[in-house]
């Protein structure tokens, strides 16, 4: 079973992109983030043979998924605050696993209530997971997860020292998720630096290499036992008015 998560940084201005990526990648599920927009066009991939499903919001935020198989829907906002209404969370089921897509809060900046709602979330989040993890339910978390986790995850840390996706308590509320025995699939595969997922359009960070790696899968022990592989497409970045994040895929075995 192969699963992307690519944020596609705006689903209107990315259609083609999204369209092309999903009838040449021989994906079985892609879950995108940052759709920012209300309007989600289910019956169009439906017509191209993808099952949907999305978690929508006006202007900001929102995730959606395709899947070749049929969905089913678990849970379409992150349980433990009832007055949170950004477009954040959608867990569903497909081919017989559960999958969690997330669109984690940016952060920025450092000291202000955006800072605490990341963390608050990651939080909920972590909960969220331990309940899964208490009920013996496997499953795979992927999506923009916003934070750094290490060093080496990024091209000079010293430029990241003040950004709330390299702080110390979203590092650690990052662990924390771990610690419920997750793997990192990506880590799981790929020890080095250098890889990224995301490029900012300023000061040619593209053809320099200048980038982060902020988007991430974690699977729970059933599922990494499953693990195959697990890459970074970078192609999609060199497109034509790109997004600035690029998919990460992982490979399952069926």
């Known amino acids: 079973m192969k699963i992307a998560s690519w944020n596609v940084n705006s689903l ?3 259609r083609a992109h999204v369209e092309n990526y999903l009838a040449s990648s021989g994906l079985d599920v892609l879950m995108v983030q940052e759709l920012k927009g209300l309007d989600f066009p289910h019956e169009d991939f439906e017509k191209l043979g993808w099952h949907t499903a999305a978690v929508t919001q006006k202007t900001y935020n929102g995730v959606a998924i395709f899947s070749k198989t049929p969905v089913k829907v678990i849970k379409d906002a992150l349980p433990g605050d009832k007055d949170d209404e950004q477009a954040r969370y959608l867990e569903f089921e497909t081919g017989g696993i559960r999958l969690i897509d997330i669109y ?3 952060g920025n900046p450092v000291g202000t209530e955006k800072f605490t709602y990341k963390l608050d979330w990651i ?7 331990k309940t899964l993890r208490e009920d013996n339910i496997p499953f795979a978390i992927g999506g923009d997860f916003n934070v750094i986790p290490e060093d080496k995850d990024c091209y000079d840390p010293k430029k990241w020292m003040d950004d709330a996706l390299f702080q110390p308590e979203s590092r650690a509320a990052f662990r924390k998720l ?3 025995g997750l793997t990192e699939a990506f880590r799981a595969m790929h020890n080095g ?12 960070a593209w053809p320099k290499n200048h980038g982060i790696r902020i ?4 699977l729970s022990p059933e599922l990494a036992d499953r693990l195959i592989n697990c890459t970074i497409d970078k192609a999609l970045r060199a497109l034509d008015k790109p997004s600035d994040h690029t998919p990460i895929i992982i490979e399952i075995e069926s």
Not at 193 to 204: K, L, P, S, V
């Open 178 to 180: 771990l610690h419920l």
């Open 104 to 106: 984690l809060p940016n």
């Open 123 to 129: 939080e909920r989040l972590y909960k969220r997971l």
């Open 215 to 218: 988007d991430h899968f974690l």
């Open 12 to 14: 209107k201005a990315r």
């Open 193 to 204: 630096a250098g890889h990224y997922t995301f490029w900012d359009y300023q000061a040619g």
